[in-house]
């Protein structure tokens, strides 16, 4: 049973950095591309930053370039989204996804497997 399990979500100050985490088990996760998502009230999912199986690869959307970064501990069998910066415009649900292959996709359709969530909030 494959399972994706988000953490780190909450409430911050703009300005402010939190650190989200996604824990993959029931996979070989090493052979996954791995993805984060958001999706704020009323909008649709979209891609934030995905990264390849190695994460020797890694692509951002340009709303959080510079700001927030993906990473990747295979030994562990979890990603990494670290974000700085935040702005009220960053809140939202956050999402992790993951992907069969080696290729590096940022569409929704292509992944797999997804998590259930955590929500970030970001006051001004």
């Known amino acids: 049973q494959v399972q994706l399990v988000e953490s780190g979500g909450g409430l911050v100050q703009a300005g402010g950095s939190l650190r989200l985490s996604c824990a993959a088990s029931?996979?070989?996760?090493?052979?996954?591309?791995m993805g984060w998502f958001r999706q704020a009230p009323g909008k649709e999912r979209e891609s934030v930053a995905a990264i390849n199986w190695s994460g020797g690869r890694t692509t951002y959307a340009d709303s959080v370039k510079g700001r927030f970064t993906i990473s990747r501990d295979n030994a562990k069998n979890t990603v990494y989204l670290q974000m700085n910066s935040l702005k009220p415009e960053d809140t939202a649900v956050y999402y992790c996804?993951?992907?069969?292959?080696?290729?590096?996709?940022?569409?929704?359709?292509?992944?797999?497997?997804w998590g259930q969530g955590t929500q970030v909030t970001v006051s001004s």
């Open positions: 996804a993951a992907d069969l292959g080696f290729g590096l996709f940022t569409s929704q359709y292509e992944f797999d497997y």
């Open positions: 029931g996979v070989r996760f090493s052979s996954y591309a």
